[in-house]
């Protein structure tokens, strides 16, 4: 009598219990796509790529890289803020995208980074490195600082767009230091690396993945790292120092991350599934040995909830950053 119970209970589970059940074991059933919302060839581009090539063995199917760049981000973002609610596109947003966006688009944001995508979790994460040509005479931020004085506004530094890092990194070196720098705005960081490569302009503050070959091949020189203490682990870099040493009454410490996120509204099972994938990623030995190099490390968030409550956190973070730099793009 007891086992007929039971067994009845079980014949009576909720629909939506097996539903989720088969959602599970089905999903992904096609290609998954990760938006990277910036052109090709810079530091999130690199990411993106990294993790499509590690992901299908994981997933069982192929992952594809979607270049979806223009508006700081936000032409990507919104794109996957508004696609099917099923799992199989995907938001690689960064620091900008994800937090500062929403302080520097205040009337023209389309999405809400917290109300219209479901967190999955956080990749990566470092910090920003100040390179120049190595053709300039420049051979320390001292000396840097030093001619920014002495001509203000000549000196021009490009980076990945008006909001990102990058541009809001130079903005506090430059209020700190008291010096006036050009900002030269890109759409991504590939092409304000090329044209920093041909010598069109200066300088560059941006993520080291994108930066570092380039410094090993004696293109660029680094001359300071964004956050408050030296980047020691990255080979290279060992005697580049940070703000505490350069700037020490600043306060900066500049520190950016990667991270996915789904649509909002995407099922509970099929998000748990992806942090469970991306997070095995990156407990790859081969995932980190590739990125911390390049400056960068590896990190996956407990859950995707804890990622969430991290979101929510850093919006406030850049919501100061963005507010003291006076940047509006509006």
């Not at 030296?230 to 950016?256: A, C, F, K, T, W």
């Not at 850093?314 to 940047?327: D, L, P």
Request: neutral net charge.
């Amino acid at each position: 009598m007891h086992r007929r119970i039971l067994l009845g209970a079980a014949l009576a589970a909720p629909a939506l219990g097996l539903g989720h059940l088969a959602s599970a074991q089905t999903f992904p059933s096609r290609p998954i796509r990760i938006v990277v919302p910036f052109a090709p060839g810079g530091a999130v581009d690199l990411t993106g790529r990294l993790l499509a090539e590690k992901l299908p063995p994981i997933l069982g199917q192929t992952v594809v890289v979607d270049n979806r760049g223009g508006a700081g981000g936000n032409l990507g973002a919104d794109m996957v803020a508004k696609a099917e609610k099923d799992g199989h596109t995907l938001l690689l947003g960064n620091a900008s995208i994800l937090a500062a966006n929403k302080f520097l688009y205040t009337r023209s944001m389309t999405y809400d980074p917290i109300r219209d995508f479901a967190p999955v979790t956080r990749v990566s994460t470092g910090t920003v490195l100040l390179v120049v040509n190595a053709q300039r005479p420049w051979q320390s931020f001292a000396d840097l600082i030093a001619a920014a004085k002495r001509d203000p506004g000549k000196l021009t530094m490009g980076s990945s767009g008006t909001g990102t890092v990058s541009h809001l990194t130079l903005s506090a070196v430059a209020r700190a230091a008291g010096v006036d720098i050009t900002h030269v705005p890109y759409r991504g960081g590939g092409p304000a690396i090329t044209d920093l490569v041909a010598g069109n302009i200066d300088m560059m503050f941006d993520v080291m993945p994108a930066l570092m070959p380039h410094v090993r091949e004696g293109r660029f020189r680094p001359l300071a790292v964004g956050s408050a203490d030296r980047v020691d682990y990255v080979p290279g870099l060992e005697n580049v120092p940070g703000m505490r040493e350069l700037l020490p009454q600043s306060g900066i410490d500049m520190q950016s991350w990667y991270a996915v996120t789904a649509p909002a509204g995407t099922p509970a099972d099929r998000v748990a599934r992806l942090h469970a994938a991306f997070s095995q990623v990156v407990q790859q030995p081969d995932y980190g040995e590739k990125l911390q190099p390049l400056g960068f490390k590896p990190i996956a968030d407990a859950s995707p909830d804890a990622f969430g409550a991290y979101m929510r956190q850093e919006e406030q973070v850049w919501q100061r950053i963005v507010e003291a730099s006076g940047a509006t793009l509006e």
